[in-house]
């Protein structure tokens, strides 16, 4: 996958598209349907057009985190898609200010060259969101590329959405969400150095920062978790704490990780970590024996959950 980060002077090859447009955090089910739609009937490059920042972080810059994904994680999982090209558009002042109309012109149109464009039915753009989806389709038809409009997606009367998404981790259900995502919620980024206390523990942990992205409930999950890079790039499976760690009175959050069966060097590697189960929340223990007692007890509990997918 080629990933394009302006729509200015693209290289020719970098044109035509069919894409999809939106913000795509999580890419979910409904995402993936619209991704279908873009490769329907057609020959050229499965594309997507997103921004970066995501466009609530420029609006509402003081509000809680709330990110699925951060852009190495969203990328991933859209080539895994089949997605050729990405257009990561920078969500910035001069994007903010476009009239609809010119934002279809300048960036659709003349900017990326697409061939076809496909947005979810409550698809909203330019400046003070005055755009609408069938407003873009009449663009279109002037501009020189098509557009599909797509359904909603619903699951059981009730629509896929990254806030239902949010809710459902935010409850402790991975499982719920991974229903809705089409794959296990994901943590992607580089491991970070920590204080070592789980290696003087006998649980080593690759520890990675949550900063920018909505917590899911502070606790210990069963995980699976894919090394990326390095000679040891592949899957594992472990158990990891999302939290603040408050027996050592600490109030950031962040992910610690234990690979199972795992004896080498993580610092610096990048790793994807799928929530498969939520285990148990976090908690404050009489003292590292307790704490160990308990470390045991979620290992093997996360082991056969493990065992079972």
């Known amino acids: 996958m080629r990933i394009f980060r302006t729509y200015h002077d693209l290289p020719r090859d970098a044109r035509g598209a069919s894409a999809a447009i939106g913000n795509f955090d999580g890419v979910h089910l409904g995402h993936r349907a619209v991704l279908d739609l873009a490769r329907r009937g057609t020959d050229a490059p499965l594309g997507v057009v997103t921004f970066e920042p995501h466009p609530r972080e420029v609006f509402a810059p003081d509000g809680p985190p709330f990110r699925l994904m951060n852009r190495e994680a969203r990328a991933h999982r859209l080539e895994k898609l089949g997605v050729e090209r990405l257009f990561e558009l920078p969500f910035d002042a001069a994007l903010v200010a476009m009239t609809p109309e010119a934002f279809a012109r300048d960036v659709l149109s003349e900017g990326l060259g697409l ?61 719920a969400a991974a229903s809705m995502l089409g794959h296990l919620h994901r943590i992607e980024g580089p491991v970070v150095g920590g204080e070592r206390r789980g290696r003087e523990l006998g649980y080593p942990t690759a520890n990675m920062s949550i900063d920018g992205l909505h917590p899911p409930r502070f606790g210990v999950y069963a995980v699976e978790v894919d090394i990326l890079d390095g000679p040891d790039a592949g899957p594992h499976l472990g158990v990891s704490s999302i939290g603040v760690r408050p027996m050592f009175g600490e109030n950031r959050p962040n992910l610690e990780t234990f690979l199972f069966d795992f004896t080498g060097d993580l610092y610096g590697r990048h790793l994807s970590v799928g929530l498969v189960e939520f285990l148990r929340g976090e908690e404050t223990f009489d003292g590292l024996d307790a704490l160990i007692a308990q470390m045991d007890a979620d290992s093997a509990r996360a082991r056969a959950i493990l065992a079972a997918r």
């Open 115 to 175: 061939s076809h464009v496909v947005v979810g039915a409550d698809f909203r753009f330019g400046k003070a969101r005055a755009g609408d989806a069938p407003a873009l389709k009449e663009f279109g038809s002037r501009m020189g590329f098509d557009v599909t409009i797509a359904d909603l997606l619903q699951e059981e009367g009730t629509e896929i959405s990254s806030t239902r998404i949010r809710e459902a981790l935010g409850a402790g259900d991975p499982r």
